[in-house]
Nanobody, 124 residues
């Protein structure tokens, strides 16, 4: 497994932007596909975006397409989530996760390492 620490959450007005960062340590970062999930109060954890191990390709949940961008830096062992045009419904705890699977895992059970989460609150 790999250890993950998120940062960058906060309070922002609707239409604003936030950039979340996730720092990894403990294992070879490029051996993992990386994903971002979120969980709003009273709801299940849901997939937001993922990026493959080394090919730089990405995959997004429909509501994130065109607004969010996931990017990774294998030299720095980091994965970021740039979030633009934020909406109140984006309010949630955002989690960074690592998966040993190839491709762009979209299910929480496919990930074996999780960060502690960072709160994102979007006010209307």
């Amino acid at each position: 497994q790999v250890q993950l620490v998120e940062s960058g959450g906060g309070l922002v007005q609707a239409g604003g932007s936030l950039r979340l960062s996730c720092a990894a340590s403990g294992r070879t970062f490029s051996s993992y596909a990386m994903g971002w999930f979120r969980q709003a109060p009273g709801k299940e954890r849901e997939f937001v975006a993922a990026t493959g191990k080394t090919d730089g390709r990405t995959y997004y949940e429909d509501s994130a397409k065109g607004r969010f961008t996931i990017s990774r830096d294998n030299a720095k062992n980091t994965v970021d989530l740039q979030m633009n045009s934020l909406k109140p419904e984006d309010t949630a705890i955002y989690y960074c996760a690592a998966s040993p699977r190839w491709g762009y895992p979209k299910k929480a059970f496919e990930y074996d390492s999780w960060g502690q989460g960072t709160q994102v609150t979007v006010s209307s």
